[in-house]
C-alpha cells in the first residue's frame, strides 16, 4: 500500500479544475537555514492523504535541486545514490532533450538552469483568493528566515477559455496508479505500478523503482522535470493559415497535427467533425485506443497525443514503461482570436512532468518520441507541435486517396528554461532538516 500521509499531494493528486498556481525558486545561502527551512516546510506542504478534507485543493509542494541537497550538506555517497540524469541537472541533459538553437541553456531565462536554483516550490488553489492562503503558508516558512533568497517567481493561470495557448483543451489525460484511490481518466488503461511515480515501490518492469540512500530519504518520493515552454501562438495560427484552403481546412489541419479537435473531443471518437460536448466530458473525452486505427485515418501516429503516449497502439518498445504524470499550466495573456502577428508578449506553459525514472520516462519521450519517429516507422519525423522544428520539418498523415503532407514545420515551442528536481516525502523532508554537519 501506499504510505498516502507520507507523499506530497503533488505527486499524485491531479490539480483542481480551473486553477491559478505561482512556482518560486529559491537558493540556499546559510545551510542551517536550509535545514531549518525543510523543517518548516515538513509542516505545511500537502500530503496524498487528504482527499476529503476543506483545503484538499490548496496544494504546496516543494522540491530540491542537486545543487540543493549539496547546499543542505547531504552526505557525498547520498549524493552519488540519486539518479545520474537527476545528478547532471536539466541543462546538462539539452541535446538529449533537443533543446537547441534557441532552445538551447545558453538562451534559458536566468537563473534557470544555473546552480542557484536549489528549492522549488509550487503553490496551487482553484481560484487567485484561496492561492494567496497557499502562499501565505509558504511565506510563513520562509518568513524572518535568513539565508535564503527568492530569486525567480512565475505566476500562472488557467486561461479564460480553459484551454493552453494554442487553443487545445488541455489536461485530459491522467493515469490511474495502484494503491492512490485515484482513477484514472482512461478506462482502456490498467492501472500502473505505483514504482512508476513513487520511489520504493514495485514498478512495471517486475522490480522496485531504485532509490536515494538511506531509505528514509528516498522512500515516497520521486523525481520531477519543471519547464518552461513559451509557445508562438501567432506563428501557429500563420501557419496554419498558410496551409489550410479554408477556415474549416485550419481546424482539420490543426486537429491532426494534436490529434484531438480544440474543444478536446479526440479524433479517435469523431474524426470527420468536432464534438464539443464530447470534447467537455470527462468521462468520455480519454475514453478511446488506437488499436482499431492502424494506417491512422482518424488519428494520425505523428500526432502530438499519439505520439506522447501510443496506448495500445503497436509501436517499438514498451509503452507502459515510458508513461508518466504531466500537469501543465498556461502563463502570460491570450492573444485574442484572429490575431496573427506576435504581439512580443511571453506566453505558453509551465510544465511538470513526474516519473520515477527520468531517463526512460521524461528523456525517453523526448528524444525517441516527441523528437524522432523511428519507433513509429516515421524516420526523422518530429512532434508537429512541441518537437524541435528548424523550418525544414514535414507533417504527414493518412487521407484517401493519397497521404497529406505539410511542409517547412517552424518551432512552435521554445524551451526558456528547466529544472530536474527531487520531490521527498514528508519524512524526508524532517530527515534533511535534522541532518548533522
Known amino acids: 500500500m501506499l504510505e498516502l500521509d507520507d507523499i506530497q499531494s503533488g505527486v499524485l493528486r491531479p490539480r483542481p479544475s480551473p486553477y491559478v498556481a505561482t512556482y518560486i525558486l529559491l537558493r540556499i545561502d546559510e545551510r542551517s537555514a536550509g535545514r531549518e527551512l525543510m523543517r518548516r516546510l515538513g509542516s ?122 494554442f487553443g487545445f483543451r488541455d489536461g485530459i489525460s491522467h493515469p490511474a496508479i495502484e494503491g492512490s484511490g485515484i482513477p484514472g481518466s482512461n478506462p482502456h488503461e490498467a492501472p500502473l505500478r505505483s514504482g512508476e511515480f513513487v520511489l520504493g515501490y514495485p514498478d512495471e518492469t517486475g522490480g522496485v523503482s531504485p532509490m536515494p540512500w538511506p531509505d528514509v530519504l528516498g522512500r515516497n518520493g520521486t523525481y520531477v522535470a519543471f519547464r518552461k515552454l513559451h509557445q508562438r501562438v501567432a506563428a501557429f495560427r500563420q501557419y496554419l493559415k498558410n496551409a489550410a484552403n479554408s477556415p474549416e481546412d485550419e481546424e482539420v489541419l490543426a486537429a491532426k497535427m494534436m490529434g484531438r479537435w480544440r474543444s478536446g473531443a479526440p479524433l479517435a471518437l469523431c474524426p470527420f467533425h468536432d464534438v464539443p460536448a464530447l470534447g467537455a466530458d470527462a468521462s468520455r473525452s480519454n475514453d478511446f485506443h488506437y488499436s482499431d486505427d492502424p494506417t491512422g485515418y482518424k488519428t494520425p501516429p505523428g500526432s502530438h497525443i499519439r505520439r506522447t503516449n501510443p496506448r495500445d497502439a503497436s509501436v517499438a518498445g514498451v509503452v507502459r514503461l515510458h508513461r508518466m504524470i504531466r500537469r501543465g499550466t498556461a502563463y502570460g495573456p491570450e492573444l485574442p482570436d484572429g490575431v496573427l502577428e506576435d504581439d512580443g508578449v511571453d506566453r505558453g506553459l509551465m510544465f511538470a512532468f513526474i516519473g520515477a525514472h527520468l531517463g526512460r520516462q521524461f528523456e525517453f519521450v523526448q528524444e525517441e518520441w516527441a523528437n524522432g519517429g523511428d519507433f513509429l516507422g516515421l524516420g526523422d519525423a518530429k512532434d508537429p507541435i512541441g518537437g524541435a522544428h528548424d523550418g525544414t520539418g514535414a507533417f504527414s498523415f493518412p487521407k484517401r486517396p493519397i497521404p497529406r503532407r505539410l511542409q517547412g514545420l517552424p518551432r512552435f515551442v521554445v524551451t526558456r528554461g528547466g529544472e530536474y528536481g527531487f520531490m521527498p516525502g514528508l519524512r524526508a523532508l524532517r530527515w534533511l532538516a535534522e541532518i548533522q554537519s
Open 44 to 165: 505545511v506542504v500537502s500530503t496524498a492523504a487528504q482527499p476529503g478534507s476543506p483545503n484538499a485543493d490548496l496544494g504546496l509542494s516543494v522540491a530540491l535541486t542537486y545543487h540543493g541537497l549539496e547546499a543542505l550538506g547531504v552526505p557525498r555517497d547520498s549524493l552519488d545514490s540519486f539518479a545520474w540524469e537527476f545528478r547532471q541537472g536539466m541543462a546538462a541533459r539539452a541535446k538529449a532533450l533537443a533543446d537547441d538553437g534557441e532552445s538551447g541553456p545558453e538562451h534559458w531565462e536566468a537563473p534557470l538552469g544555473t546552480s542557484d536554483v536549489h528549492v522549488v516550490l509550487t503553490a496551487l488553489s482553484p481560484d487567485e483568493a484561496r492561492l494567496e492562503a497557499a502562499l501565505d503558508r509558504a511565506h510563513t516558512a520562509l518568513r524572518e528566515l535568513g539565508g535564503i533568497q527568492a530569486i525567480w517567481r512565475q505566476d500562472c493561470h488557467a486561461l479564460s477559455t480553459g484551454k493552453e495557448p
